[in-house]
């Protein structure tokens, strides 16, 4: 277990895992580690392993969907004191309904404000 502050990153496509990582790259001078995962697997294996405590996680990821994703993490690791952000590119009311269902925190729509994915990353971690 990790003491410092952690961003898990969750997402298939490795693009938008760099993506994101590059919009977040300078919370690393603020102390905060970046990890990713590439599946929904890797995912809650990481959540286990190292407690991050914001997840950036895509809905369409392979193995276990996002939403299968979250609340595993939520409810059977019971690890609510964790932010999962859900990203995905369909904004659609059922989507937001299921993300919220399975404990998710906030719901990004892709194409994401890079500045606004920053402020939420230094909001969440609460670090300056």
């Known amino acids: 277990m990790s003491k410092g502050k952690m961003i ?6 490795a693009y938008m895992r760099r993506l994101i990582e590059q919009t977040l790259e300078d919370l690393e ?6 990890i990713t995962a590439d599946n929904g697997e890797r995912a809650i294996e990481l959540a286990q392993e190292e407690s991050p ?3 950036f996680l895509d809905v369409m990821i392979p ?4 939403f299968e994703v979250c609340r595993k993490i939520k409810q059977e690791l019971k690890m609510g004191e964790t932010t999962i952000a859900m990203l995905t590119a369909k904004g659609q009311e ?3 309904m299921e993300a919220k269902a399975a404990g ?5 729509t892709k194409p994401f404000d890079p500045d606004e994915l ?7 971690l609460k670090v300056d």
């Open 8 to 13: 898990l990153i969750v997402d298939d496509e």
């Open 29 to 34: 001078d603020l102390g905060v580690e970046l």
């Open 53 to 55: 405590q914001l997840i």
């Open 63 to 66: 193995r276990l969907n996002g």
């Open 94 to 96: 059922y989507d937001l």
């Open 104 to 108: 998710a925190d906030l719901y990004i």
């Open 118 to 124: 920053y402020a939420l990353a230094k909001r969440v």
